[in-house]
């Protein structure tokens, strides 16, 4: 597989940790220049370092709130001015400030997980295409969920942010074709920080054992597919999501 990314310059949002800190080290690893943003500098300048250390990679950050579009634009603009170019974009910044029914959720909470995980998305977006890709062509990679394909008793909002991800995805990728291509991966329970609540204790064991392959996912299950994404290996494929989900939506488990 053409994998390479050598000449390519790569944003990752939420980049600082979990799967997105995997995909910027996977990207840097196959010789993209990569630009990580997330919330906290510190945070961001430690993953740097040691993604940089790991890969021998050209890393830099610009720290920044992924639903604001002032950040958004200075982090677009500090790429341009470091590396030269914006050739791929990882849209992989999520937040998940409320749990439980859909219809008790108060409006904060709601406006707050369509900013950062829908609108956001939009915006990197848009800012990525009008100061680069459109004239230049590109790649970008927007993180959902399964979640997003399915329902759930208290994750409501955040799912059917992920489910619009997968729809603008599919919009994106019919406008912005042939120059810029447009895929997402739809994880399943994936064993990070974020999602802590709902695999610590016991329970990602009860979780894995409802997957026919029988384990959670890692980080660099995500980033491998999100490297093949943003490379030549899948240069005829746009438009689509990728579930990477330990085999949890075929399950017998899942099926009525």
């Given amino acids: 597989m053409d994998t390479d990314l050598n000449g390519k310059v790569a944003i ?9 800190k995997a995909i910027a080290s996977e990207l840097a690893s196959a010789g ?16 740097v370092k040691e993604i940089t250390e790991e890969t021998g990679g050209d890393l830099a950050f610009e720290a920044g709130n992924a639903g604001r579009i002032e950040d958004i634009e200075r982090a677009v603009q500090a790429t341009l001015s470091t590396f030269g170019s914006v050739d791929i974009l990882i849209n992989n910044a999520a937040t998940n400030p409320y749990a439980g029914p ?18 956001g998305p939009l915006l990197w977006s848009q800012k990525c295409w009008n ?19 399915s329902t759930n008793p208290i994750l409501g909002p955040y799912d059917i942010t992920k489910a619009a991800l997968i729809h603008l995805t599919m919009q994106l990728a019919a406008e912005l074709a042939p120059g810029v291509r447009v895929n997402a ?9 974020f999602a802590k609540a709902l695999w610590e204790g016991g329970q990602g064991d009860i979780v894995a054992q409802s997957y026919p392959l029988k384990r959670l996912g890692e ?13 030549e290996s899948s240069g005829w494929m746009t438009g689509q999501t990728l579930v990477l989900d ?3 939506l075929v399950s017998f488990n899942n099926l009525s």
Wanted: proline residues 2%; contains cysteine; hydrophobic residues 40%.
């Fill in 12 to 20: 990752v949002t939420g980049g600082s940790r979990g799967i997105g």
């Fill in 102 to 119: 859909t219809i008790d959720v108060d409006v904060p909470r709601w406006d707050k997980t369509i900013e950062v995980n829908l609108t």
């Fill in 219 to 231: 980080t660099q299950d995500i980033a491998s597919a999100a490297l093949y994404l943003a490379s």
């Fill in 185 to 193: 991966i739809a994880p399943g329970l994936i064993k990070t920080d």
């Fill in 32 to 47: 993209a220049k990569v630009m990580i943003t997330s919330r906290k500098a510190e945070v961001c300048e430690e993953a």
């Fill in 246 to 248: 330990g085999g949890g």
């Fill in 131 to 149: 100061l680069w890709m459109k004239e230049n062509g590109g790649n970008i990679v927007n993180i959902s969920s399964v979640g997003g394909l």
